[in-house]
């Protein structure tokens, strides 16, 4: 949990000036294989980090996680500007981390989130599809694979 808020608070103190004059920080609720809170900082035009608390209906888990985004650029738009005055989407690619609370087992593991953001005209939101490979590492190796659908909307 401290390394979480510590990769936070050096993804936001290392965001580039210009960056922030604009909306950078997105907050939301995602829906899908669990359901919840979607949070995202932008670090400039590529790059992002997103974190996520959900709770799993079905295996009744609550999973936190943290992600560090590439986005593959914009089409339809030029930046990452939430709000912009065009149609954009955007693909991207990104490694982080999970920790799953589950009883009687907790899991800690990796995931690569495979996702597409799209930003409508004049509207500081995203909505966002997301597919993410998981291996849990700890306390065995187990293969599993999240889906999520959201929206954000920035400030």
Known sequence: MRSM???TAL???????????EPTVGA??????????????????RHAVAAGIDYG????????????????????????RPGGSRHTLSPYVGIGGYLSIEDPDDDLGARVPLGLAWLPPEVP???????????????????????????????
Do not use: C, Q
């Not at 993804?11 to 004059?21: G, I, K, M, N, V």
């Open 28 to 45: 939301g609720v995602a829906v899908g294989e669990a359901n919840g809170i979607a949070l995202k900082v932008l670090l400039g035009d």
């Open 11 to 21: 993804a936001l103190s290392s965001a580039p000036a210009a960056a922030l004059a």
């Open 5 to 7: 808020a510590a990769l």
């Open 125 to 155: 939101i995203d909505v966002f599809l997301e597919v993410a490979p998981m291996v849990a590492l700890l306390p065995g190796t187990e293969v599993g694979v999240g889906a999520t659908l959201g929206v954000r909307y920035y400030f």
């Open 57 to 80: 209906l079905i295996d009744e888990h609550l999973r936190l996680h943290l992600d560090y985004l590439v986005h593959f650029g914009w089409i339809g738009g030029i930046g990452t």
